[in-house]
């Protein structure tokens, strides 16, 4: 009798969250202007060619996602390092590892030739990756049914968007993507409260993806202040594949809060049954 209004209830959070988030799609679509491709965009500070690679420093600078990814997605399915709970946590965790290393080749293709017909290859795992991620997060912190339902969701929304920005030259629903570390996954954290510790390591990634996109918007400034070293867009690349790093190292040593505070009062009982207590 208890569980009937307690999966209604569920049912009715459920569509009252996607029925705000297509609205405040909807209320972005219709209050911002359409975001074209265009050539400039394509145009970064270093335009350097080592050992026969166009942008080498662009295209190297991806080599982190791929160790980062690779390692991610293994430790994820052996399920032995990985402190993970359920099914839908599994299913995130290994396409957000997925798509970290599916970014490693994607930029890297894009970056040899930057252009219009290769930007897709850059963007989309990247927006797989923010889905799982941010999907992750939902069943950790809400419920593991919403963040299965959102995950499959946001990868549709994912193709669904590139589709849209190849077929009307409109990047606005791909660029929604990239509020989705920088805005729902700190108000997540904040309104939701954690189910294992070593929560604060969400807005550690989150600090470090916001560090990452300054240096981008900051691509020649940053190639000049280096001495023309380094360029802010590979320095992006580095920043970037910290926050999958810094989130297997959360995996790896987290632990459930119920099991935490279990051991903690085993550890109290028996100090203070021990004969050597004074």
Request: net charge positive.
């Amino acid at each position: 009798m208890v569980w009937l209004p307690n999966q209604q209830i569920g049912r009715v959070k459920r569509t009252r969250i996607w029925a705000g988030a297509f609205l405040c799609l909807l209320f972005f679509m219709l209050a911002t202007p359409k975001f074209p491709s265009s050539r400039e965009s394509h145009l970064f500070a270093d335009l350097r060619n080592f050992f026969g690679v166009p942008n080498t420093l662009n295209v190297l600078s991806n080599f982190p996602f791929l160790i980062a990814g690779v390692m991610g997605f293994v430790l994820t399915l052996q399920g032995i390092f990985f402190n993970i709970s359920f099914r839908g946590e599994v299913w995130g965790w290994a396409l957000f590892y997925a798509g970290i290393t599916g970014v490693a080749f994607g930029s890297a293709y894009y970056h040899l030739k930057p252009d219009d017909d290769r930007v897709m290859w850059d963007t989309l795992p990247m927006m797989i990756a923010y889905a799982s991620l941010f999907s992750s997060l939902l069943a950790e912190r809400v419920d593991a049914k919403i963040g299965l339902s959102c995950l499959i969701a946001l990868v549709s929304v994912s193709f669904l968007s590139m589709i849209y920005a190849r077929t009307f030259n409109d990047f606005r629903l791909c660029m929604t993507f990239q509020l989705i570390p920088t805005i729902a996954i700190p108000v997540v954290t904040f309104l939701f409260p954690p189910k294992y510790t070593h929560s604060r390591c969400w807005l550690y990634a989150t600090g470090f993806y916001l560090l990452a996109k300054f240096e981008a918007a900051a691509d020649r400034k940053i190639y000049s202040k280096t001495h023309y070293i380094i360029s802010g867009h590979s320095l992006e690349h580095l920043c970037s594949a910290i926050v999958p790093v810094l989130l297997s190292v959360m995996l790896m040593y987290r632990d459930t809060k119920f099991q935490s505070k279990a051991w903690a009062i085993k550890f109290y009982y028996l100090k203070s049954c021990s004969p050597l207590t004074f």
